[in-house]
């Protein structure tokens, strides 16, 4: 029997108007939002145990106890003060990447297209609501239990529920009659929420939502699952796993030689407490949680939504720029430019205030007869507008007639066929259009026709224009056959439509190459359309454009030898994709590949960074790929790949700086037992720090811009590790320079105050002063900024003034003074101090300049 209509076309006809919004609105307040039962999410009382269950926090804790067993009430009273304020610090930072997160996870709910007061509308599936109608197409994901109203075509993976592979094959509730047998019937009228639409189309009512639904029971018996571990959080992992124990051995190693040597085994303790509160990075893994999460969140503020972490690592690395012509490099906004019959032709531009000729009504006509009545895709609703401004007031529109089934464009057919039925004629009256060559085929002409089509094909193609061929057949028999081939199809012309170059293309593409990333474009137009878009756009100019047929032809050892030089793949399939993908990567290359169909899948899955369409693209499209495009916007692709830079950047400054830090922390904890010296760190001395550390770490490298250099130099290499010689030799030069200056300070301070706790006082003013300088120096990879912006970034500045106003009351209130066993420097000592933390600064850039310097010198 003949198939039920299009979805879109029987809603454009009247048949069903859906909910109203107030009766919507009205059964979500009811029975909730259609969403699953959510994993459990870290809220505030669970991040706050995290936090108390930090090492540091132990730590600290450990030391407040040993200053109450030695009666000093005071400095346990002030540790635990400062212990609530750093939890206070790392308990803001990890709620902020958490609210960062849930807004990510809100934005990648799945969306629906319902009928809503007549009108189709496109909403997030979590507002869906029982009795809603929903319009589902190929490549959607069902959205909820629905059940078929009507349906064309239709087949459902339910892999998802059942683990079977193999698609099954929908009817309507109409349909189910011809059926019979009772067992066959059982749920073919029904799909369910989260499976996935792999061909044809379907109109469908709600009868389940959220944990009411199949998948939604299931959901209820599951638990938790943890999130994943990127490739530099396990890096990073690692050696903090290493760092700790090393740091643990030398500081219960210190106890003992302070215990054995002084026989004060508190103290003794004490001072091994404070070397591991010294030694532990525990700041690496909050650094990298924030940076990730916040520069996720930061991308989907740009309309790029990063479904996977690791992808936002990788970006930076990112070689080659696979991306689709129509809606990437195009506005996606198409219109119809000439209409062309072997009578006559006309251009809407040259044209314009002219009738349409006669001779092309047909062409037109049957152009929007083979279109959907309610089109969503871009070139059919140009046809649908071209029509309604050309035809109208004509007999060649046809709002009566009634669609009876459609023929889907396939791999094997770059055609799709449409059958109406005119409520004054018995015959069905079919329309085709298509890619001009499969027009051709269908209305088999011979070959000095083919030719002179062909060649107007070309002239079109080669002005950037997007060519399709109209044909038009009747069928008088009751069935209809299962091919298209089938009917008598005769050739009325063709359809030439432009979609201009987005105006910021040429400029993006040209970063593009400058940042030493090559874009490479695959697409399924003509190869004359492909090189004069590719022209437009300043890709790969001069380039000889590679078709699916020639990428089929070759071998891999031969495929690698032409992607050297070309950049333009058209008359693709998507299937083809693939191989073009899997080829760069045996280059060597880091591929991001865009996509929105659902064949696109498996290209975005074997690609290293996958992009799916966010506004045009399919649902298993957006579930293959790392990042999604809000926007569909190339330019939106070079900034995914300028904020993967900025963050891998930022990350590697904020280790230098950890490392440069935690040297002479590490070094005043160690030598004063080793030499006999007074301790001249103390706990609240380290927390101090911390208090400077932390923020700057996470909030104050994190907010750092990219550097104007940056997207002029080549990408990293993917195997590039966060902790490689440069970060390293560069923090420990840093800060063995400053421990060797503090030991003089500390030196010349003893002898010329004669007072241990002056002495103390001028050692902890300039660790703290050089270290702020430090963050400053380590702020720009390259030259430091001192003037004009470099001062600009707001976290810095507010961390360095409250810092300042904290050291001073340290300093300079007696009270305050005591509790850090600290005694007043006298003038001489202040002069000297800050002079010296200007010398530190000046070491500082001394080592990043050496560093440039020996790696300008290094061999490529």
Request: charged share 20%; aromatic share 4%; with cysteine.
């Amino acid at each position: 029997m003949p198939a039920a209509p299009a979805p879109a076309d029987a809603a454009a006809d009247g048949v069903d108007s859906g909910l109203s919004a107030q009766t919507a609105r009205q059964r979500l307040a009811q029975d909730g939002p259609n969403e699953l039962p959510q994993s459990q999410q870290r809220g505030a009382l669970r991040l706050l145990f995290d936090v108390v269950a930090e090492p540091m926090f132990l730590l600290l804790v450990a030391c407040g106890a040993i200053y109450l067993v030695l009666g000093d009430r005071n400095e346990a009273l002030m540790l635990l003060g400062f212990v609530v304020v750093v939890m206070g610090i790392s308990f803001v930072q990890q709620q902020r990447t958490a609210h960062s997160l849930q807004a990510l996870r809100d934005l990648s709910s799945p969306r629906a297209q319902v009928l809503r007061d007549g009108q189709v509308l496109r909403i997030p599936g979590r507002e869906l609501v029982c009795g809603d109608t929903v319009l589902l197409a190929e490549g959607d994901r069902v959205p909820a239990d629905l059940e078929l109203l009507q349906a064309s075509n239709l087949a459902v993976d339910e892999s998802l529920l059942t683990g079977e592979s193999v698609p099954v094959d929908k009817l309507a509730v109409g349909d189910l009659q011809g059926l019979g047998d009772a067992s066959a019937a059982h749920g073919r009228d029904r799909v369910f929420s989260a499976t996935l639409v792999t061909r044809g189309t379907a109109r469908g009512r709600v009868i389940a939502t959220g944990a009411r639904s199949a998948l939604g029971r299931i959901a209820q018996a599951m638990t938790a699952v943890g999130g994943e571990r990127t490739p530099i959080q396990q890096e990073t992992r690692r050696v903090v796993r290493k760092v700790a124990v090393v740091g643990l051995a030398l500081a219960v190693g210190l106890a003992v030689v302070h215990g054995v040597r002084s026989g004060d085994w508190l103290h003794g303790l004490l001072a091994g407490l404070t070397l591991a509160m010294a030694i532990l990075p525990e700041e690496l893994p909050v650094v990298l949680t924030i940076f990730l999460g916040l520069g996720a969140w930061r991308l989907a503020r740009e309309n790029v939504l990063a479904r996977s972490i690791p992808a936002v690592e990788l970006l930076g690395a990112t070689t080659v720029l696979c991306v689709d012509k129509t809606g990437t490099l195009t506005a996606n906004r198409m219109a119809v430019r000439q209409l062309w019959s072997p009578i006559d032709r006309y251009d809407v531009v040259r044209d314009a205030g002219h009738a349409l000729q006669e001779a092309l009504h047909g062409v037109l006509e049957y152009a929007v007869l083979a279109s959907h009545r309610r089109a969503f895709d871009p070139m059919e609703a140009a046809i649908s507008d071209a029509g309604q401004a050309l035809l109208a007031d004509t007999e060649h529109l046809h709002a009566d007639w009634t669609l009876v089934d459609d023929y889907p464009l396939s791999r094997d057919m770059l055609a799709m066929s449409r059958v109406w039925q005119s409520p004054d004629r018995r015959e069905y009256m079919i329309a085709a259009k298509g890619a001009p060559e499969a027009i051709v085929d269908l209305c088999h002409l011979d070959a000095q026709r083919s030719a002179t089509i062909a060649a107007h094909v070309a002239a079109m193609a080669s002005a950037g224009l997007r060519v399709l061929g109209v044909a038009q057949a009747t069928f008088e028999a009751d069935a209809l056959p299962g091919n298209q081939h089938d009917f008598d199809f005769e050739f009325l012309g063709l359809v030439a439509l432009q979609d201009p170059v987005r105006a910021d293309v040429p400029q993006a593409i040209a970063e593009c190459h400058a940042a030493g990333i090559r874009v490479v474009m695959i697409t399924g137009d003509h190869a004359a359309t492909a090189l004069a878009i590719a022209a437009q756009a300043g890709l790969g100019e001069g380039d000889k454009a590679m078709t699916g047929a020639e990428l089929d032809a070759i071998d891999e050892p031969a495929l690698r030898l032409r992607l050297a030089d070309t950049s333009i793949f058209c008359r693709v399939q998507p299937e083809q994709k693939l191989r073009l993908v899997q080829a760069f990567r045996a280059r060597g290359d880091v591929v991001a590949m865009t996509g929105d169909g659902v064949n696109d899948a498996p290209a975005l899955k074997a690609a290293d960074i996958g992009v799916a369409m966010g506004a045009r693209g399919t649902d298993v499209a957006r579930e293959a790929a790392a990042l999604v495009l809000l926007n569909d916007d190339f330019a939106s692709l070079l900034v995914a790949v300028r904020y993967g830079r900025r963050v891998f950047a930022n990350l590697r400054k904020a280790i230098v700086f950890v490392i440069a830090a935690h040297v002479p922390i590490v070094g005043l904890s160690i030598l004063p037992v080793l030499l006999g010296w007074p301790l001249l760190l103390l706990p609240v001395h380290i927390l101090f720090l911390q208090l400077i550390i932390d923020p700057a770490c996470s909030m104050v490298f994190e907010a750092e811009p990219l550097e104007a250099q940056a997207m002029q130099e080549k990408p990293r290499s993917p195997d590039m590790q966060l902790f490689d010689a440069t970060v390293l030799v560069r923090g420990l030069w840093q800060g063995l320079g400053l421990l060797v200056l503090l030991v003089v300070v500390y030196a010349v301070s003893r002898g010329g105050a004669g007072s241990e706790n002056a002495a103390r006082a001028m050692v902890f003013m300039v660790l703290v002063l050089s270290n702020l300088g430090l963050i400053q120096v380590n702020r720009a990879w390259g030259p430091t900024r001192w003037r004009g912006h470099g001062l600009g970034n707001p976290l810095f500045v507010g961390i360095s003034a409250s810092t300042v106003v904290l050291l001073a009351c340290v300093l300079g209130i007696p009270a305050v003074q005591r509790l850090f066993a600290f005694a007043p420097p006298s003038p001489a000592l202040w002069t000297l101090g800050l002079g010296c933390s200007l010398l530190a600064v000046l070491w500082f850039e001394a080592v990043k300049w050496a560093m440039h310097r020996r790696e300008r010198l290094r061999p490529v």
